[in-house]
């Protein structure tokens, strides 16, 4: 039985965000430039607060639905980790990866939240000032693991 049925019962957590790869591409989707939210103009990974008693998944699939209208199946994460909040130690939020090269540009719709979306070179999106912070070290981390893990192969 899959994550996304089965109750959270680990420690509770504020919310989840997920980077979807496509090749060398990522998923990315520019915040709106309101001075009374988080990281405004800046751009962003789909995923945001928890609600209820949803499972870090739940979390992540209804926001990257709502903010996007693309649903995703917990098949396609390659990568989850949960990692201390950026603006507040003490909280608790959770990171996926999903590959998913047959995604298309046609199954991707601009929710009420965000100004555009845009396809980036992940690696790009890694050192650019306008992207939010803490999703440039929770993906260069990730980039950093599938590097070490390709070393030990050689």
Known sequence: MSE????????????????ILRGDQILTLLRDD????PWPNHWDLPGGGREGEESPFETVARELFEELSVEIAPERVVYHREESAYSDPGTTVHFFVAR????????IRLGAEGQAWSWMSARDFVG????VISLRGRLGRYFAKIDRELCREL
């Open 128 to 131: 650019r000032d306008d992207a």
């Open 100 to 107: 998913w090269e047959t995604l298309t540009d046609g199954a």
């Open 34 to 37: 309101r001075p009374d939210i």
């Open 4 to 19: 996304a049925i089965l109750p959270y019962c680990g420690q509770p957590f504020d919310g989840a965000k997920i980077a």
